[in-house]
C-alpha cells in the first residue's frame, strides 16, 4: 500500500526553469492539495482539487499551475523558478473535505532554487 | 487565515506535562491534530469533532471549544517521542480549503 508518492525527493534548479513536480496516490482519494513549508514554517496551501477535472486557488497560488486529469494525480508545476520558491514541498489526500477526513501527506520534495 | 497556535515552541524534560492551543477567527467545525518530526512528513494524530469532545492517542489528549473557536492538545508525561512540530487543521468554513495552524515546536529533553 503505497498511500501518496512524490517525486522527485530532491531538485535543484537554476533561476527561470520550470519543472513539474508529481504526487501520485493510491487510496481513491478525491481531494488532493499540495503545500509549501519553508524553514521552521508552518504549511500554506497552494492549490486543491476536489475531484478530477476540478482544481482551485490556495493561499500562495502565484508562480504555480496544477491539473487534475484523473482521480490519482495531481502533479505542480513551476513555470518560471524564483528562489523564493525554495522549499518543501507536500502533497496530501483525503476521501473528501468533510470533518472527520484527516489528509494523508507524502514524504515531501525537497527543492531549491540557484 | 491560519489558525494561531499558542506557544510557539516549548522545551520540556522527559515527564513534564505540556498544552499547545489552537485558535481561529472563524468558525470550527472540526479540528485535527498533526505531529510532524524533523526532516519528515506531518503524521495525523486525532480528530475532534464535538464541542467539548476530547479524543486520546497514548499519552496525548485534546479538546475543543467550538464556542470559544480553539482546540487545545494536552502532552501527559512527555517522552522524547514526543518531540517535534504539533499542527492543527481545519476546513476554512465556505471553502473547500483545508488549512493548517502557525505550529508549535515541542522539544523533549531527557
Known amino acids: 500500500n503505497a498511500g501518496v508518492t512524490q517525486t522527485p525527493k530532491f531538485q535543484v534548479l537554476k533561476t527561470g526553469q520550470s519543472m513539474t513536480l508529481q504526487c501520485a496516490q493510491d487510496m481513491n482519494h478525491e481531494y488532493m492539495s499540495w503545500y509549501r513549508q519553508d524553514p521552521g514554517m508552518g504549511l500554506r496551501l497552494i492549490h486543491y482539487s476536489v475531484g478530477a477535472g476540478i482544481t482551485d486557488q490556495g493561499e500562495v497560488p502565484n508562480g504555480y499551475n496544477v491539473s487534475r486529469s484523473t482521480t490519482e494525480d495531481f502533479p505542480l508545476r513551476l513555470l518560471s523558478a524564483a528562489p523564493s520558491q525554495t522549499s518543501v514541498y507536500f502533497c496530501?489526500?483525503?476521501?473528501?473535505?468533510?470533518?472527520?477526513?484527516?489528509?494523508?501527506f507524502g514524504d515531501g520534495t525537497r527543492l531549491s532554487i540557484l | 487565515q491560519q489558525p494561531v497556535q499558542s506557544p510557539q515552541a516549548v522545551i520540556l524534560r522527559e515527564g513534564e506535562d505540556a498544552v499547545i492551543n489552537c485558535s481561529s477567527s472563524?468558525?470550527?467545525?472540526?479540528v485535527h491534530w498533526y505531529r510532524q518530526k524533523h526532516g519528515e512528513a506531518p503524521v495525523f494524530l486525532m480528530i475532534?469533532?464535538?464541542?467539548?469532545e476530547q479524543k486520546g492517542h497514548e499519552k496525548i489528549s485534546a479538546s475543543f471549544n467550538e464556542k470559544k473557536q480553539q482546540s487545545s492538545l494536552y502532552l501527559t508525561a512527555s517522552q522524547l517521542s514526543y518531540s517535534g512540530t504539533y499542527f492543527c487543521?481545519?476546513?476554512?468554513?465556505?471553502?473547500?480549503?483545508?488549512?493548517f495552524g502557525t505550529g508549535t515546536r515541542l522539544k523533549v529533553l531527557a
Open positions: 496530501a489526500s483525503s476521501y473528501g473535505v468533510g470533518s472527520n477526513q484527516p489528509q494523508h
Open positions: 487543521g481545519t476546513e476554512d468554513p465556505g471553502t473547500y480549503k483545508y488549512i
Open positions: 475532534l469533532l464535538k464541542g467539548g
Open positions: 472563524k468558525a470550527l467545525y472540526s
